[in-house]
């Protein structure tokens, strides 16, 4: 099979390689539909995300869709969760399986990811498809599930008026959570002039400065989008830091956050919701396919991956086996 390896910072090659061969409780996977996201661009424009840093040439790529093959569910289409958790922890115990201490994830240290051809993957991290879902929005359900997280922890009620930070994918799948949730406002703030439309086409309206947000989702990194979510943010609201900073590191205004009396909460991937994700897709309460503008075989990962970091577009997909 065809895999794609990360050597190093910019450094994306593609290999022929054996294909691997599922051991007990796993299935082998053909790769159908590979979500770029955010955290990929760390990886490939710094050679790490984090505190995480490149221990061998890597798989990346962790939204992902495939098929079945082989076994007694040949032919069945899923979407893949990448999280991989050890179920025995106290905190899997505790039902918060993403802050898992010893959690396995694709395209993240020492486990390779989707931007390959194959792969192998416990039986129960498989989610099946509904036909009426494409493999590419598969593979989108999961940076849905991590906008599900996020609302989970916005504590969001009913006319509330919401501010997004921040409309790449994620930001924009909150801002129609948000208002399938309850909002009756919800205010949007991005720099790149089509981002800001399509968060304004799904019922956004522009982010003006003012202090008027009971909840505000910071879904970029930078630390003008956090500043920008603090302003945002009414007193005693929750502000719910989604984007991961470059170079590992997020500053603001602390007498600005302490003297409103803000609640920051950290978003740590997600919880178990991809059933969740996946009803709220087949029943078109969440369009999934509106977000994908380039597409793009596993032949030309690298200009894939220098697409998705140029944010012309919104979600950039590989499609392993074109």
Same mark, same amino acid.
């Given at each position: 099979m065809?895999?794609s390896?990360?050597?190093?910072?910019?450094?994306?090659?593609?290999?022929?390689?054996?294909?691997?061969?599922?051991?007990d409780? /796993?299935?082998?996977?053909?790769v159908?539909?590979?979500?770029?996201?955010?955290?990929?661009?760390?990886?490939?424009?710094?050679?790490?995300?984090?505190?995480?840093?490149?221990?061998?040439?890597?798989?990346?790529?962790? /939204? =992902?869709?495939?098929?079945?093959?082989?076994? @007694?569910?040949?032919?069945?289409?899923?979407?893949?969760?990448?999280?991989?958790?050890?179920?025995?922890?106290?905190? *899997?115990?505790?039902?918060?399986?993403?802050? *898992?201490?010893?959690?396995?994830?694709?395209?993240?240290?020492? *486990?390779?990811?989707?931007?390959?051809?194959f792969?192998?993957?416990?039986?129960?991290?498989?989610?099946?498809?509904?036909?009426?879902?494409?493999?590419?929005?598969?593979?989108?359900?999961?940076?849905?599930?991590?906008?599900?997280?996020? =609302?989970?922890?916005?504590?969001?009620?009913?006319?509330?008026?919401?501010?997004?930070?921040? *409309?790449?994918p994620?930001?924009?799948?909150?801002?129609?959570?948000?208002?399938?949730g309850?909002?009756?406002?919800?205010?949007?703030?991005?720099?790149?002039?089509?981002?800001?439309?399509?968060? /304004?086409?799904?019922?956004?309206?522009?982010?003006?400065?003012e202090?008027?947000?009971? @909840?505000?989702? /910071?879904?970029?990194?930078?630390?003008?989008?956090?500043?920008?979510?603090?302003?945002?943010?009414?007193?005693?609201?929750?502000?719910?830091?989604?984007?991961?900073?470059?170079?590992?590191?997020?500053?603001?205004?602390?007498?600005?956050?302490?003297?409103?009396?803000?609640?920051?909460v =950290?978003?740590?991937?997600?919880?178990?919701?991809?059933?969740?994700?996946?009803?709220?897709a087949?029943?078109?309460?969440?369009?999934?396919?509106?977000?994908?503008?380039?597409?793009?075989?596993?032949?030309?990962?690298?200009?894939?991956?220098s697409?998705?970091?140029?944010?012309?577009?919104v979600? @950039?997909?590989?499609?392993?086996?074109?």
């Amino acid at each position: 099979m065809i895999v794609s390896r990360l050597h190093r910072a910019g450094d994306i090659r593609l290999h022929e390689e054996e294909r691997p061969v599922p051991g007990d409780g /796993e299935r082998l996977v053909e790769v159908t539909s590979v979500g770029i996201c955010g955290s990929d661009l760390h990886w490939f424009t710094e050679g790490g995300i984090g505190d995480a840093v490149l221990p061998r040439p890597l798989v990346l790529g962790h /939204e =992902m869709a495939g098929v079945i093959r082989g076994g @007694v569910d040949d032919g069945v289409r899923v979407a893949i969760d990448p999280a991989i958790p050890c179920e025995t922890c106290e905190e *899997c115990r505790a039902g918060r399986p993403n802050l *898992c201490t010893r959690i396995v994830f694709a395209g993240h240290g020492d *486990c390779d990811g989707g931007l390959r051809q194959f792969l192998t993957w416990p039986a129960h991290r498989l989610h099946r498809l509904p036909d009426g879902l494409s493999d590419d929005e598969g593979a989108l359900l999961e940076p849905l599930g991590v906008a599900l997280h996020a =609302m989970d922890l916005s504590h969001l009620r009913m006319a509330a008026t919401v501010a997004v930070a921040g *409309c790449g994918p994620i930001g924009l799948l909150l801002v129609r959570l948000a208002l399938l949730g309850g909002a009756t406002r919800v205010l949007a703030s991005d720099p790149l002039p089509h981002r800001q439309r399509a968060a /304004e086409g799904l019922g956004a309206e522009p982010a003006t400065g003012e202090a008027v947000a009971d @909840v505000v989702f /910071e879904v970029s990194g930078s630390d003008g989008a956090v500043e920008a979510s603090l302003r945002l943010a009414r007193p005693g609201a929750r502000v719910v830091l989604v984007g991961i900073p470059d170079g590992d590191r997020t500053t603001f205004s602390a007498a600005l956050a302490r003297r409103k009396g803000l609640t920051l909460v =950290m978003v740590r991937r997600m919880g178990e919701v991809y059933p969740r994700a996946i009803d709220l897709a087949a029943r078109r309460l969440v369009e999934l396919a509106p977000l994908v503008s380039h597409t793009f075989p596993l032949g030309d990962v690298e200009n894939a991956m220098s697409t998705a970091a140029s944010r012309t577009g919104v979600k @950039v997909v590989v499609h392993p086996g074109a």
